[in-house]
């Protein structure tokens, strides 16, 4: 490309060619000497050429004379006489060349992943970049989006799977449902959303809708293992409901009735003597065999891995002091968590409306919910 070297004015930047000493404009003086404003330094610089004596003794050539050799003026220096030639038009803004202009097509392929040593587009699941062999990054050939609408509107929201059944738990991977319809189904093998590998989902799990307020609702449809929702406050909780702590399941349950007494005959039983407490928490293994049960000493039961009334060691998803489950002046019972790392998970009865970063298990699936602003 040519480069037109000469001088800018600083009082109206106008273009003066090399050599000048009065602005064609407005006429003030020209060179290194003339006041003005501080010139930031130049990206390169241009070396004086080297003395006559030097060039003839280095290298005897014939005369050159004849061409004009350009002169660089040196502070304190005055500039030479302006040239006979026309001045050279201003240097104006670069034009891209018509091969760089962006196209429809460059528009096209800027969907894909962009190489990041030759800066060149690769198609979505190629494993290397076709132009230099660049390896192209893991988290990119991991993530994937899934589309039920052809653009994510203000306020639908996005199910982010975080963990589950055959989920590579790589930081960097994203699997991502955007709910752009007004109804998404999910389960194991109907609907809209699918977790084939997770034999703790059911065939139609649940249901993700709007309400026509815009409300993001998820509905049970009857699963065998139910809808997990993390809590954030202190939850509502009922005898029978069950809820996740670690990797363990609890259910809430009232405390039993003493068994002894006169039977149709007026025999006499005898069983062992019961402490008075308002409720229980039962541990639910595999298979709905129950485990563990504790009954309220007093108005409260805590879990966790240690220094609790219910304590699991050996989980390392449960904290110290994980869960709570309380009974109200009301005589209700609530559910609360004590700050653990991994959350508490309450089911759900029938309809849940979600908000934007909520947790919630379908199965083993660990699923959070972003809305859009």
Known sequence: MDLDVGYVCAHCDCYAPLGATICPRCARALGFDEPGPTIPPARFSVAPPPEPEELIEADPL???DHVLEPTFPTLGEA????????AAPPVGPHK????????????????????????SPVPQGHKFCGRCGEPVPREVLGAQTIMFSKML??????????KGEGFQSDPSDETAYLLGGRQHPCGRTQGDILFEH??????????????DDGKLVIRDEASLNGVFVRVRAPMPIQPGDTFLAGEQVFRLE?????????????????????????????????NGILATQVCARESSLTVGREGCDMNFPNDPYMSTRHARVELTAQGGFVLLDTGSKNGTYLSIRGERELNHGDYLFIGRELLRVDISA
């Not at 509107?153 to 975080?162: R, Y």
């Not at 997770?198 to 309400?211: E, G």
């Not at 002894?260 to 006499?268: F, I, M, P, S, V």
């Open 198 to 211: 997770d034999p703790w989902v059911s065939p139609l799990h649940a249901t993700f809708f709007y309400r």
């Open 62 to 64: 014939p005369s050159l």
């Open 96 to 119: 891209i060349p018509l091969r760089f202009v962006p196209t429809e097509a460059l528009m096209d392929q800027a969907r894909s992943y962009v190489c990041k040593k030759c800066y």
């Open 153 to 162: 509107e203000p306020g639908k929201a996005k199910l982010v799977l975080i």
């Open 79 to 86: 500039a030479p006489a302006p040239r006979s030639e026309p």
């Open 254 to 286: 009232t405390t039993p009735r003493p068994s002894d007494g006169n039977d149709a005959e007026g025999t006499q039983f005898y069983s062992s003597p019961k402490r008075v407490s308002p409720f229980r928490v039962v541990q639910i293994l595999r």
